[in-house]
């Protein structure tokens, strides 16, 4: 059965990286289905109480608004479909609505949800679609960075294992392309490595490494360990301090998600 992708799109630049990071990934494990999408948010939803006065002029330039970027968005799509592998189809669709609810809908019927990594000071309807994907789907997320510019994708993969259900849950989920990759490498800081039995059960060979780190400084430990073995991926659990309503990232996680340089594959 092929995989389907959804894919959120978000700033026009970076639109191009996205589908490929996607297409990549698909194209491993023999193409796939990757949905383009472009949420707008409803205008009521972002005018303040005190605009109370020019509501009706506001709320039109806001609709105006969103809907001109979501056909940039789409454009931008539109333009990278040319490119697209043979067995990944391309499709590209905009929808009105709580941006987190759509995600929460529409990425829990999908096999893997893309989008880019967290940026410092983005809009507060971008973060919630990022929470909504870890917390409220059960689905893979791939989170690029900025710097992703292309590339393959999958073919040296870091894990950073700790032994805890959301990392076993990040591990089976990216089973079929760690049993594609050309190398696994099983990262843990502060304890002597140990093959995750998930890893050992499905026939997939890794190479183990125990990352010296101080309790502080886990996440850049990690990063620089995945960095020394060439990875161009890295798994790991995403770990939350609270409800999905109220989620905070854990410490690593949260380091990770702000600086990490490299394709992240989450689940929580």
């Known amino acids: ?52 006065v020019l509501l009706p002029e506001r709320i039109a330039a806001f609709a105006d608004e969103a809907r001109a970027h ?42 893997l949800i893309v989008l880019t990594r967290p940026e410092p000071h983005e809009p507060a309807a971008e973060r919630s679609w990022r929470h909504a994907a870890i917390f409220r789907t059960g689905t893979p997320v791939l989170l690029v960075p900025p710097s992703y510019a292309g590339g393959a994708l999958g073919g040296v993969i870091a894990v950073a294992w700790k032994n805890a259900p959301a990392s076993e849950r990040a591990v089976h989920a990216a089973l079929p392309w760690l049993a594609r990759a050309g190398s696994v490498h099983v990262l843990q800081a502060g304890h002597p490595p140990e093959m995750p039995p998930v890893l050992a059960e499905h026939g997939v060979a890794a190479a183990l490494s125990e990352v010296p780190a101080s309790p502080d400084a886990v996440g850049e430990a990690l990063l620089r360990a ?12 995403a770990f939350g301090r609270a409800p999905w ?24």
């Not at 990549?24 to 605009?51: F, H, S």
């Not at 995945?226 to 659990?237: L, Q, S, T």
């Not at 996680?253 to 394709?263: E, M, Q, S, V």
């Open 226 to 237: 995945a960095h020394g073995c060439g990875a161009d991926m890295m798994v790991m659990g």
């Open 70 to 111: 979501a056909e940039r968005l789409c454009a931008k799509a539109r333009e990278w479909e040319a490119r697209a592998p043979a067995d990944v189809a391309v499709r590209c669709e905009s929808e009105e609505g709580e941006g987190a609810d759509i995600v929460a809908a529409r990425g829990g019927r999908a096999d």
């Open 245 to 268: 309503r109220e989620a905070v990232f854990g410490g690593v996680t949260r380091t990770l998600l702000a600086g990490a340089d490299l394709p992240l594959f989450v689940r929580h």
């Open 1 to 52: 059965m092929r995989r389907s992708a959804l894919v959120l799109l978000d700033h026009p630049a970076q639109v191009a990286n996205l589908l490929a990071a996607t297409a990549c990934l698909l194209a491993r494990t023999g193409g796939g289905q990757l949905c383009a999408l472009a949420i707008r948010t409803p205008a009521l939803d972002r005018v303040l109480p005190t605009e109370e």
